[in-house]
């Protein structure tokens, strides 16, 4: 299909084979060492599960990070580390896993978020901030659409990170993945955010590293203009390792993300 290479990432990053091992190694790490819930169910299905990371005080507010991986592949368990720097700085952060492509349509995906976002946000209190990286870029981006979440706990977001979102999804019926993901253009034309509107009165911004493929630099510019919202590159990094930042809690991008520096 005529871009596939358009859409691979991993054959563009030196050494991308290293990074799921990486990824593991240190969000198993981060687990043993913090305060958690793990495996909480927010539905019937068997990856219908999140864990959820608590700071040693009353939690500020609430983040949820919804991993990537083209809705087809990874779970919860390789992300854990990247809620350290929202944990540090007083807040619960929940990581949910969802069902893959091709046995759930997209569409379902996004229903499931929503209920892991509701459950979520039932634990824990005060304000609440989603980050979602590549796919799960596409999911959080969906939740900050009218009628997603319940109308109380979209009233409780205050800031949602796109990280490499898919915005349009419109190009990936162009590639080989299409064979399980099976978006079709009615697919395309309810699941892309380039093609509806967020709610009013939520920052959105759209984060993207400078050495991503072309396809991606697109789809993160596309969002932010039909949108209107925030839209930060930043030079030197790739898709891998451009949500890195989320684990130290000094970086910009955990301050942004925590509406602490949010660009609306």
Not at 47 to 61: N, Q, W, Y
Not at 63 to 79: A, E, I, M, N
Request: one cysteine or more; glycine letters at 8%; charged letters at 20%.
């Amino acid at each position: 299909m005529t871009l596939d290479d358009a859409y691979a990432n991993a054959a563009y990053i030196p050494d991308a084979a290293r990074f799921p091992d990486l990824w593991q190694a240190e969000a198993d790490a981060f687990r043993k060492a913090t305060r958690s819930e793990i495996a909480i169910a927010y539905g019937p299905g068997e990856r219908h599960v999140m864990d959820l990371f608590l700071p040693e005080s009353t939690p500020k507010g609430l983040v949820v990070f919804v991993h990537g991986g083209y809705w087809l592949r990874f779970d919860r368990s390789y992300w854990s580390h990247l809620a350290a720097g929202a944990v540090a700085k007083g807040w619960a952060v929940a990581m949910p896993s969802y069902d893959l492509c091709p046995s759930v349509g997209i569409p379902d995906i996004t229903a499931q978020i929503a209920q892991a976002v509701t459950l979520a946000a039932e634990r824990v209190d005060g304000p609440i901030c989603l980050a979602g990286h590549s796919a799960g870029g596409h999911l959080v981006a969906r939740m900050a659409m009218p009628g997603v979440l319940p109308e109380a706990v979209a009233g409780r977001l205050r800031h949602v990170m796109p990280i490499s979102p898919v915005a349009d999804l419109r190009p990936l019926m162009q590639t080989s993945m299409n064979a399980d993901l099976g978006i079709t253009e009615d697919i395309a034309a309810v699941e892309s955010p380039v093609l509806g509107a967020p709610l009013p009165d939520v920052a959105v911004t759209v984060w993207v590293g400078g050495d991503e493929r072309p396809a991606f630099l697109d789809q993160a510019r596309w969002l932010a203009e039909a949108w209107g919202c925030g839209h930060v590159v930043t030079e030197g990094e790739h898709h891998f390792n451009v949500i890195a930042p989320l684990a130290d809690a000094q970086s910009e991008m955990v301050a942004c993300l925590l509406a602490e520096d949010a660009t609306s």
